[in-house]
């Protein structure tokens, strides 16, 4: 098929690939415009612009998709459809009636579940046992679309949100080119009206932990917010970013350190942390990271 490919961050780079790798022309490739990054502000292009141009692609970076200019290179492009993998702007009527086939979007939950910015976050902060890839036909709403396809897959009781994200992206990779491949036999499904929830974009205020939560909760806390923006606390003033933990046994006073393996008592149960990171540090695993930062039996995190 011509396709147009709308996409920003690491997450959509593996769906470029397998689009280009199952032979699929790609017309163009859409994504956020360069901006400032690094010591010296320089603007940087996207990932998703990098890859592009290293394919060859043709891109473009539009600030918004409501003016007719903008509408009218859209629709010079002739594409069959349109593939959005966390793109980053709203795509208007006009835009989303341009292809053929529509635009397709590819939704890391298991819709209705986990509509809007950040639904891997928020299935491992909210515990869920299972998320997902949805092959979502876009309409004007917010992720309210008909899906066409669907993946579910369980969430490990260790992992992270990096983690999860890295699996979620290899399989709406794998799903798309499915549903590419089967388009003219696929039935779109009308979301249902129950079980809708919102995953509102992490702020980093979230990340400032509790430790008088329950261990579950916490756990869940670090994980979800694992490798950004990093849930936080403080031992003796200094900053500790926590990206890796698992719940365990143990009791104490909210906070304080129970062992030397780093189990920290929480308001009910504990959790050990697996892994951190000194501000202006690289993250390290928990042996390595004490061998460098004691942080002894009894300590106490706030």
Known sequence: MKVIFMGTPDFSVPVLDALVE????????????????GRGKKDRPTL????????????RHPTSLKTDEAQTEFAAFNADIAVVVAYGLLLPQAIL????????????????????AAPIHRAIMAGDAETGICIMQMDAGLDTGPVLLREATPIGAQETTGQLHDRLSTMGAGLIVQALDQIDQLSPMPQPGEGVTYAAKIDKA???????????EVDRQ???LSPFPGAWCEADGDRLKLLASKQTQGCGAPGKILDDALTVACGRGAVQ?????????GAQDATEFLRGVPLPKGTRLT
Do not use: K, M
């Open 97 to 116: 009636d341009t292809p053929t086939h529509g635009c397709l979007n590819i939704h890391a939950s298991l819709l209705p579940r986990w509509r809007g």
């Open 48 to 59: 998703v612009h990098q890859r592009a141009e290293a394919l060859g692609l043709i891109v």
């Open 222 to 224: 670090i994980r979800g």
């Open 273 to 281: 942390l697996l892994r951190l990171q000194r501000a202006g540090r």
């Open 22 to 37: 199952a032979g699929h022309d790609i017309a163009a490739v859409y994504c956020q415009p360069p901006r400032p990054a």
């Open 206 to 216: 979230e990340a400032r932990l509790d430790w008088s939560w329950q261990a579950a």
